[in-house]
């Protein structure tokens, strides 16, 4: 049996290696003529970390990373509004969560697959027709047969586009900007994540190695058009020059084209993830804001819950495909929909002054319990 995977993201890649975990042959086909991850860091919070950790990969992917024993909201001056134990980051066997730098999570899923896996790079698809139980696969540049495909190519996937014409993306009216800057933050924050709050606009950041920290800002739409006419680092170093400090020295010490501008955008939940033989997974399926950091831990677990049910030989892919979305739904709607109203009162004058009382008054050992649910995966 030949699978095919569309997409070399932290999805695709995983999955690949998932599969050749459990001793199925797969062939990844990436449209990037060299992989290339953005310039950001991305958190791996705990269920990710145990799945990578089955993978093979959680070792090396901590080596490169920082391990983050505390993630807290707090004021523009970094006052966290509830102080966090750092059991509510780490899971009931004490993964934390790690912050690494996108393309070396990426280099190293992939230094661990094409060991036994052929990743063609500079292979877009197109389409794909299906004739005598054959997957026909268009790229630009030829053409490939399998036998099961999965597209793990991203929110504007165009293997989604295929099956589900249409499928529509959500606009949170949102923009993020994120950069990493070469900066060593006080000693008292090295392993933290840190999300301040001021009126309308967010700045997080967390290192990502010894000497350099990921940064992130979110403010609503208004602010692309008005950033656009002047360069990007002092437009925000203004925006953000009322918070702590460290804001504006770490938006002034990235290189302004290395910053990293996009609309926070989610997918509008699929009816369904698949057909017969081909099935969506990862941000192609359930693309969801970024409030929660949980986009890539739940392409990651879908490589977990996919790969194990492929080896189910009793099951036919559309059976297959049929439990697999049975099984992760739940979850990734409960993601998706909480981090959408996280973004919505994170930035209305009502939501924040509410959601800071909820932060305040919510016992830990509720939170702990909540974030518990967040990292539990079934199968483990
Ligand atoms: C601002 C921001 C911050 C985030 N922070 C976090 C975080 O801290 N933690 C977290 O877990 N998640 C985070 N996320 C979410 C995370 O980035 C995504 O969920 C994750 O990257 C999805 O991985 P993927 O492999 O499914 O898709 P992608 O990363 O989009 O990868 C898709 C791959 O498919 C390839 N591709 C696309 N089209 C084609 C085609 N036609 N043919 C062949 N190849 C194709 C692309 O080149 C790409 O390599 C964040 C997202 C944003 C926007």
Known sequence: MKIGIIGGGITGLSTALALQKIGISSVVYEQAKALNEIGAGVWLQPNALKVLDWLGVKDDIVKQGIDLNRIEITNAQLKPYKHMESKVVQNEIGNKTVAIHR?????????????????????????????????????LNGEDQVDILLGADGINSAVRQNLFPHAGLRNSGLVCWRGVSNYQL?????????????????????????????????????????????????????????????????????????????????????????????????????????????????????????????????????????????????????????????????????????????????????LNSQMNKLYAIEKF
């Not at 992939?110 to 026909?136: A, C, G």
């Not at 492929?310 to 049975?326: D, G, Y």
Request: with cysteine; proline share 3%.
């Open 103 to 139: 393309a070396r999570l990426q280099n190293t899923l992939y230094q661990e697959v094409s060991k036994t896996t052929q990743v063609h790079l500079d292979k877009t698809y197109t389409s794909h027709t299906i004739k005598d139980n054959k997957i026909n696969i268009q790229f």
């Open 186 to 366: 006080p000693s008292t924050y090295k392993n933290h994540g840190l999300e301040a709050w001021g009126k309308n606009i967010r700045f997080g950041f967390s290192s990502i190695s010894r000497d350099e920290v990921y940064w992130f800002s979110v403010a609503k739409k208004d602010h692309v058009q008005k950033a656009s006419t002047v360069d990007k680092r002092e437009y925000l170093s203004q925006l953000f020059s009322n918070f702590d400090p460290i804001a504006s020295e770490l938006i002034s010490n990235t290189n302004s084209n290395a910053i990293h501008q996009a609309m926070l955008c989610d997918l509008k939940r699929l009816p369904s993830w698949h057909n017969e033989k081909v099935c969506l997974i990862g941000d192609a399926a359930h693309a969801t804001t970024p409030n929660m950091g949980q986009g890539a831990c739940q392409g990651i677990e879908d490589a977990y819950y996919i790969s194990n049910l492929l080896a189910q030989s009793n099951l036919s892919p559309s059976e297959t495909f049929h439990q697999f979305q049975k099984e992760r739904r739940k979850k990734v709607d409960y993601i998706v929909n909480t981090s959408w109203q996280f973004g919505k009162m994170a930035h209305s004058s009502i939501g924040q002054p509410l959601m800071k009382l909820m932060m305040k008054w919510t016992p830990e050992s509720v």
